[in-house]
């Protein structure tokens, strides 16, 4: 019986110990997430006075952009950002052409969008439009690339139209490495 009880008063230590370490390591947890989280970009844009803005011209418009090449900015992209700069837009760039889709999770404003290759539009979403409220994600719309491409770029709904932008238009890259 003896045995019984330094058993248990074993395990009631252990656990003791083990809430504590989790307690403490679960805020360093919470702390080091809250450290390294991207910026919230919900309300900021491009500044567009830096010489070494990333830009692409198209049709003699200009677009400051911010440049995703790799996985998690490219999921995140525009999601839960409250608006975007008429001259701002987001280029998700790939290493190899390939088809993509793209849904609108978190969105909160209406964007056109442009399939890409190398430096020639192939296809044009506009006016994709938000999420309705409550809409579960297997219920949003998938836009697919008309074909294989390894660029795309989201500007505001009706930029496209505004601009006369089209299949078939050249893009220009500017302080923007592949």
Wanted: glycine share 4%; charged share 20%.
């Amino acid at each position: 019986m003896k045995n019984y009880k330094w058993l248990v008063i074993f395990v009631i230590f252990i656990l003791f110990v083990a809430g504590i370490w989790l307690k403490i390591s679960n805020t360093n947890v919470v702390k080091n997430f809250k450290n390294t989280e991207p910026t919230n970009k919900s309300n900021q844009n491009i500044n567009t006075e830096a010489d070494n803005a990333s830009q692409i011209i198209i049709n003699n418009k200009t677009f400051f952009v911010e440049v995703a090449t790799d996985p998690a900015t490219q999921r995140q992209g525009l999601s839960a950002r409250q608006s975007l700069n008429t001259e701002n837009g987001m280029l998700f760039a790939y290493a190899e052409k390939k088809d993509l889709h793209f849904w609108m999770l978190d969105m909160k404003f209406n964007i056109d969008l442009l399939w890409i290759n190398d430096d020639k539009v192939v296809g044009i979403e506009k006016n994709m439009p938000v999420p309705l409220a409550g809409a579960e994600d297997k219920d949003l719309l998938i836009y697919s690339s008309p074909e294989p491409v390894n660029r795309v770029l989201e500007i505001n709904s009706g930029l496209a139209d505004q601009y006369g932008l089209k299949v078939g238009d050249s893009l220009e890259y500017k302080n923007i490495n592949f």
